[in-house]
């Protein structure tokens, strides 16, 4: 009985996570629109100024890594700006400049999620899956939650214990969705994508409730 309870609750978390996430897109679709693009937008500007410099230059190379760092900062602050519409809070130009005492936690955070999947890889296929779904939250607890790289990492762990395949369920019902928008050409994928992404951020506030 408490097995099919945790069930039902979990699928009741990713159904009611979409039907959020709508919400939260057709109340705030400009925002959500404007913070999707803003890193596309930086890497449209970067290729464009690139192929103006000469390739091999020590400009080209620094240009290249003022970028790596700038899609850094705008990421973490692209992830706080869907937490807080989420929440229902404001997005200003604080939500992205008061990220920047997190960056190498957010940084290191990234690499130590790359070296341990890439082992599991090494050992087997699964185990690499197996480690990405139970650390696929540690990005968002640095900055959500202003959490150092490995207690990020045990948070995640414990978000996602004992609910692996419901992550999977949600992943897949994801696809889902933006199959269908990919079916209904151009104005669904315009709308799958950002809800899709929406529900994940909700899905994910709704599992850091687990922290308590």
Request: zero cysteines; a positive charge; hydrophobic letters at 55%.
């Amino acid at each position: 009985m408490l097995i099919k309870s945790a069930q039902a609750e979990q699928g009741f978390i990713i159904s009611d996570s979409f039907k959020k996430a709508w919400e939260v897109f057709k109340k705030d679709w400009i925002l959500v629109y404007a913070v999707q693009l803003l890193p596309i937008a930086i890497a449209i500007v970067y290729t464009v100024i690139l192929d103006k410099v000469e390739q091999e230059s020590i400009f080209a190379l620094l240009y290249s890594l003022l970028y790596l760092v700038a899609q850094i900062f705008v990421s973490m602050g692209v992830i706080k700006a869907y937490l807080n519409i989420t929440k229902g809070k404001k997005v200003t130009m604080e939500t992205f400049t008061s990220q920047g005492s997190k960056i190498f936690n957010f940084f290191a955070v990234q690499i130590l999620l790359v070296l341990i999947v890439l082992g599991g890889f090494l050992l087997l296929i699964i185990p690499g899956y197996y480690f990405i779904l139970k650390y696929m939250f540690a990005p968002y607890l640095v900055i959500d939650k202003n959490m150092g790289p490995i207690e990020a990492l045990k948070a995640s762990a414990k978000m996602t214990h004992g609910i692996k395949f419901d992550i999977i369920g949600f992943f897949a019902a994801s696809l889902v969705l933006m199959y269908m928008g990919i079916f209904a050409l151009l104005i669904g994928v315009l709308v799958s994508i950002p809800v899709a992404t929406l529900s994940y951020i909700i899905y994910y506030n709704k599992l850091v409730k687990r922290l308590k």
